[in-house]
């Protein structure tokens, strides 16, 4: 392991919060003391033990849809992420297209290479170790990883929920696997819940926002709603199109928000100009008023001196 990485303090403005290096692990370190490397390694076994024995479930379920023992070995040495796996394994039991499933586990599965977009910064391994390290990026490690405080804890974090995860789900896919036939109908047990019910439990801390949340809701509705009229797989791809329609939706609405507050803008400036008017109106009127007066005072001073020059005359005559 490298040595603890500590963050500079931010020279920014006062009262800012400090900002950590690029890639580093969110808040600045004093914002978020240090954690012993005990803890942090505690939180992973634990993460790492309760999801690994899950892979039980996964050998069951898979030997129960007819893959062979290799088959269902191989998916979980080389796929190595549960969601795709039971997506797969489910869409060949409801009697899927090979390949639709494969569509859809791939799709699935793809949100891992977003999680290493961020975990490559935060990690920031040797180039010599990351394409290994890239097997080991899925949800758990992921969810262990970001929290935590240091590059060095973060480190500890994701080796040790990566290994622990990796080889006990292994070696419970080889066990479930081995045992399906001990337990009869695989059906009736409900173990292929169990991993989707795990990932459930780590994904829904992470749904914190409003767009979040209406995401994920659209897209389990979109599911459930096409799993009965179409072939098995195709509903998981299409809930998907969750993520831009709801997009869509919000950046119309912030448009009308948008929209109606210029709206109401341009009346309020019509409004104003309408009343600045009037007082023009009002003081040309008035103008106008004071001009005539003055003109009329005017007319009969000059018409007072006319009568006063004519009385003038007459008496010098």
């Known amino acids: 392991m490298a040595e603890q990485t500590t963050f500079p303090e931010s020279t920014g403005t006062p009262g800012a919060l400090p900002a950590g290096p690029p890639g580093g692990p969110g808040p600045a370190a004093e914002e978020r003391p240090d954690k012993p490397d005990a803890a942090v390694v505690r939180d992973a076994l634990g993460v790492g033990v309760a999801v690994g024995l899950s892979g039980f479930a996964f050998g069951v379920t898979s030997a129960g849809s007819g893959l062979s023992l290799l088959q269902t070995c191989v998916l979980s040495l080389l796929v190595f992420t549960g969601a795709s796996q039971f997506a797969l394994v489910g869409a060949l039991a409801a009697g899927g297209n090979p390949y639709t499933a494969a569509a859809g586990a791939f799709f699935l599965g793809i949100r891992n290479a977003f999680y290493g977009l961020r975990l490559s910064q935060l990690l920031d391994l040797p180039r010599a170790v990351r394409p290994f390290a890239a097997h080991w990026v899925i949800d758990e490690s992921t969810a262990v990883t970001l929290p935590q405080p240091t590059r060095r804890a973060a480190r500890i974090g994701f080796t040790v929920t990566g290994l622990t995860l990796y080889v006990l789900w292994n070696l419970t896919t080889l066990v479930g696997a081995l045992g399906a036939e001990a337990l009869g109908d695989t059906d009736a ?12 439990a780590l ?28 072939p098995a797989g195709v509903p998981v791809l299409l809930s998907a199109l969750a993520a831009p329609v709801v997009l869509f939706l919000m950046g119309r609405a912030k448009g009308s928000s948008a929209g109606a507050g210029a709206g109401a803008g341009g009346d309020q400036g019509r409004g104003d100009s309408g009343g600045h008017g009037n007082r023009e109106s009002r003081r040309a009127d008035d103008d106008r008023e004071d001009y005539g007066a003055d003109e009329y005072r005017r007319t009969d001073e000059d018409r007072g001196n006319v009568a006063e020059r004519k009385k003038r005359g007459e008496r010098s005559v």
């Open 203 to 230: 994904l829904a801390p992470m749904l914190r926002s409003t767009v979040e949340r209406v995401t994920a809701a659209l897209a389990v509705v979109l599911a459930l709603t096409l799993l009965p009229v179409l």
């Open 189 to 200: 047990w409900g173990l292929d819940a169990a991993s989707p019910a795990v990932f459930l």
